[in-house]
C-alpha cells in the first residue's frame, strides 16, 4: 500500500486535477526555472523536473528513485563525495539546510544549496529539497566585473599619468615656464581632472542603476529650450552653427522629469551624433502617448554609415563602442538606465538620412512633491 499522500503522489483529492488545490492551480516543479530535486526520507529521489535535467545532464527517468548518492553524485573543489562530507541524514538534527556553494558534477560546476525539512525541530530529516543553478549567469557578472576593472584602470591611467606629470613639472621648474606654457599645462590638467571626475560620475551612476536606487528629483522643465542650450554648448566648444537642425513638432505637454538626468541624457546622445555621425544633426521634439497618458518624445538623428543591424541588440549594453574605439563605453547604457528611471523607453533605429537614430520617451508624470 502507497503510504504517501494524494499530494505526494502528484495526484489530489477525487474530484480535482494533479496540481491543483482547493485554492487554485499551482505551480508544477518543471515550471521552475532552477534546478529541483528532492529526496524522501530514506534518500531515495522522488522529484527532478526539467532544469535539473538540464543543467545536469541527468535524465529523471534515470535519477527518481534512485538514491540521492547515486543519483546526484556531487564533489567539492578538493574532490570529496558532498553528501557523505554533509550527511545531512546522520549528521547534526538541528541544521536547516545547506548555503548555495559551487560544486561539481560529472566535471561541470553546479550552484547547489539544500533545504533540510524534518518532523518537528530537532525531528528526523522528512524530505531533503536540493536547489541547482547553473554558474553561466554567475561567470558572466564575473566577467563584466572585471571588463569594467580593466576600462576604468585604462581610463584612469591616462589622465592621471598627465596629471602628476605636469604638476610635477611646474612644482620643479616653475620659474623656467612662460606664463603662456603655465596656462597651457594647467589647462591639460584641468581637463584630465574634469575626465577623471566625469568616469567617477559614469561609475556612481552605474551602481545606481544596477541596485535599482537611481533617484529621479521631478520638476519641471522645458525640453525645447534644453535641446537648444546643449546644441547651443556644441556650437561654442567649435562645432559648427550649420550642423544642427531643431525640430519642434506641435504642441507639448507639461513634461515632470530630473532636469539633471535630462541633461546627461541629451549631452551623451547629441555627443555621440557629433562624434560618430556625420552630416547634420536632426534634433526633434515632439509629443507622444504613453501608457500613464502624455510624454514627450525627442529623437535625435544624424547622416552618418549608422549603426550595422547586427549591433542593434548590443547599443544599451555596458562597453558598447562600436566601430570607433575611444570612451568608456557606458554612456548609453547609463543613457538606458536614466530614461526608465523615468518610466521612459528608449530605441535606436537607422535615420531618414541613413544615419543612427535615438528616440526617447518621457512620461508627462508628475512634480516630486506631489508623487
Known sequence: MDARTPDERGGGPPGRAAGETADGPVVAPDDLPDGLVVADADATVVCFNAAAAKITGIRAADALGRPLEEALPLQDMEGRRWWRVTDPYGGLAIRRGQPERNLLLGGREVLV????????????????VVSLRGTEARRRTEVSHAELIATVAHE??????????FTATLLRKWERFTDDQKRLMLETVDADAHRVTRLIAELLDIS????GRLEVRRQRIDMVAAVRRHVQAQITAGRSPGRFMIRVCGALPDLWADPDKVDQVLSNLLENAVRHGEGTVTIEVTAA???????????????????PEESMGRVFTRFWRGSKRGGTGLGL??????????????????APAGGAEFRFILPAATPAFMA
Not at 117 to 122: A, E, M, N, Y
Not at 208 to 211: E, G, M, V
Not at 337 to 348: D, L, N, S
Request: proline content about 3%; glycine content about 20%; cysteine-free.
Open 156 to 165: 584612469l591611467r591616462s589622465p592621471l599619468t598627465s596629471v602628476k606629470g
Open 333 to 350: 547604457y547609463i543613457v538606458k538606465g536614466i530614461v526608465e528611471a523615468h518610466g521612459g523607453a528608449i530605441t535606436v533605429g537607422r
Open 208 to 211: 545606481r542603476i544596477d541596485s
Open 289 to 307: 502617448t504613453v501608457t500613464s497618458g502624455e510624454g514627450t518624445a525627442v529623437t535625435v538623428g544624424d547622416e552618418g554609415a549608422g549603426i
Open 113 to 128: 544549496s539544500a533545504r533540510y525539512l524534518r518532523d518537528g525541530r530537532g525531528g528526523p530529516l522528512r524530505r531533503l
